[in-house]
Structure formats: structure tokens, C-alpha cells
């Protein structure tokens, strides 16, 4: 969809009250939803696949453990795959929202039971027919929350959504509250979202504009912080979290979405950055507290 009709339907949406606001984007988005479940569960199972080569690379068994994930999104396949595969005993899945419906979970759970016959656990009939060890939190700010006991903290574009006050006061929680030596492992998408259905916009098109110009363009339904990786890297550091590792990929000199990078004028406040630093995207952080 062009980027400028997108960002005109969420304005309409921000406009009416919360409820009826999330009542009729999640009606829109089913509407506009052409992907089929494999075409869903694929990026995940490949998230869960990178994810499980970082674990083993830094010697982190989850097996019987319980793990927490912030930002549950729609559908519950990485919480899935962590319980079938990596053999976890409980996932605990926080969203500020509430995207979570029985429908596309019932469908969700099928493909799972037929993939994982023996380790994928029973339903609950009456919690959203999500399988045993999934427990979700909707509508719930992780950091007014009694953390679960937990091996791993979890999350998957969804740093990129929360402000930096909150990211800050969520990590200085996780090192205050969490046994020392518990691990932290985000995906982060920093890129400009408005570029991922309409290519005509640059991956870091957002960068041009001010913080005060960008605010009037974003709403609730697509806000993004627009941190770079160094500030992601300092705002962890600043929480006396040790980093890990991190990767990132930048975009091939040679390709279209560099051309468009080098066609944005970038405001001031993103001026001390360097190209590397303002392309960096598919952002992986091990953390340790
Ligand atoms: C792009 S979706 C990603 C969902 C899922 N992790 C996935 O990979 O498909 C971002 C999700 O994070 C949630 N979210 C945004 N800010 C949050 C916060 N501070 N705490 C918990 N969830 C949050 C949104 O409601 C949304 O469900």
C-alpha cells in the first residue's frame, strides 16, 4: 500500500476512541491479510532457527526452563517453536496490546500438532486454545509486572515499537530483578516499516525528519523510535548489561535500497552518525545480565 494512504488511515484510526480505534484496525489488517499460515510461520521458524544457533554457540540450554517474550504479535509461533523444539516448559508472551484471537490460533495449533505429534503440548480450552506453557499477558506493560522466573528474556521486532524511556526502564529492571547471569536475546528491526510495503521509500527514509516532524507522522498503530544501533548498544550498557554479541547487515553498495539510502537527506539529529551505523539493520543483541 502507498506509504502516504497507510499513514492517513492510521490517522483516521487514531482519532476515534482506543477501543473502537484497535477494533477496526485488526479488521482492516485481517482484510489486507493475503499471506497464507506457512507464509506466517516461515519468518519465525527462521528467527527461531537464528536464535538457536546464538544459544548453542554461547552454550545456553533452555530445556525445561522458562523463558518470558515481550511483544506477542498475532500469533504464538515462537513461543511455539521454543516449546516443541527447544523442549522450554513455559513461555510467558507480554504485549502492551491485545492481538491474540482463537481463530488464527485453533488453525496454529493444527499445523503444530501435525509438525510435532510428540512434543507439542495439549490445548487450553478456555485461554485463547493456546497450548500448555504458553501463558499470555495482553494489554500489560512488562515494567509495572512481576517478572516470572525466567533463563531468557526473548523478543522479536518489537524493541524498534517501545520508547527509549521505557526500553531504558525495562532493561534496568531486567538487571535489577533477574538472577545475575540470565540471558536477554533481541531481534531488532530498525529500518523505516513504511518502506517494507511500499519500496518506493527508502529503508531510512524516516531519518530525514525531526523528532517534533516524525510525531506528527506516526500514531500508536505504527510508532518507531528510530534508535540507531549505537544508541541500542549504549542504552544497554547505560543498564550495566553486558553485551554478548550483536549483528547487523547494511545494504550491498551496489543495490537499489543503497541508492535510496543515499538519496535521503538526513537531519541533523542523526548527523553524527556514521553510513554503517544509520543503514545497520537486522539488528541480533545477546545480552547477560
Ligand atoms: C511488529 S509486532 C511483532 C510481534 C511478534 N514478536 C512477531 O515477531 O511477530 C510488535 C508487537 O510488540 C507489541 N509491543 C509494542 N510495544 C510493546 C511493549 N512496550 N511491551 C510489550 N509489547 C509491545 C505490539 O503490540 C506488537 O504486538
Given at each position: 500500500m502507498n506509504h502516504k494512504r497507510k499513514t492517513q488511515l492510521f490517522h483516521f484510526l487514531d482519532l476515534l476512541p482506543r477501543r473502537f480505534g484497535f477494533a477496526l484496525y485488526h479488521t482492516l489488517q485481517r482484510l489486507a491479510d493475503k499471506k497464507s499460515l506457512p507464509q506466517k510461520i516461515q519468518p519465525a521458524e527462521a528467527t527461531f532457527r537464528n536464535a538457536q544457533t546464538i544459544l548453542q554457540q554461547h552454550g545456553i540450554n533452555l530445556e525445561s526452563s522458562s523463558i518470558i517474550e515481550i511483544g506477542s504479535g498475532w500469533l504464538p509461533s515462537i513461543p511455539y517453536f521454543f516449546l516443541s523444539e527447544a523442549k522450554v516448559a513455559e513461555v510467558h508472551t507480554y504485549d502492551f496490546n491485545q492481538h491474540y484471537n482463537t481463530n488464527a490460533i485453533t488453525a496454529l495449533n493444527a499445523v503444530f500438532k501435525e509438525r510435532f505429534p510428540k512434543s507439542f503440548p495439549p490445548i487450553q480450552p478456555n485461554n485463547y486454545g493456546l497450548a500448555q506453557g504458553v501463558t499470555y499477558h495482553p494489554k500489560t506493560n512488562l515494567i509495572h509486572s512481576a517478572l516470572p522466573n525466567s533463563a531468557l528474556v526473548f523478543s522479536r521486532f518489537v524493541l524498534e515499537h517501545v520508547t527509549p524511556e521505557d526500553l531504558r526502564e525495562m532493561h534496568q529492571k531486567f538487571k535489577k530483578e533477574?538472577?545475575?547471569?540470565t540471558h536477554i536475546l533481541h531481534f531488532i528491526s530498525p529500518s523505516d516499516h513504511r518502506a517494507h510495503s511500499d519500496r518506493s521509500l527508502s529503508l531510512q527514509d524516516f531519518l530525514q525528519y525531526s523528532e517534533a516532524e516524525w510525531n506528527k507522522i506516526q500514531t500508536k498503530f505504527d510508532y518507531h523510535n528510530r534508535l540507531r544501533l549505537p544508541q541500542y548498544l549504549s542504552l544497554f550498557k547505560g543498564c550495566a548489561l553486558e553485551v554478548l554479541s550483536v549483528s547487523h547487515d547494511n545494504p550491498d553498495p551496489e543495490s537499489k535500497r543503497y541508492q535510496q539510502f543515499k538519496a535521503v537527506t538526513v537531519h541533523d539529529d542523526f548527523k553524527d552518525f556514521t553510513e554503517e551505523e544509520l543503514t545497520a539493520g537486522s539488528i541480533v543483541v545477546l545480552l547477560k545480565t
Open positions: 533477574l538472577p545475575a547471569g
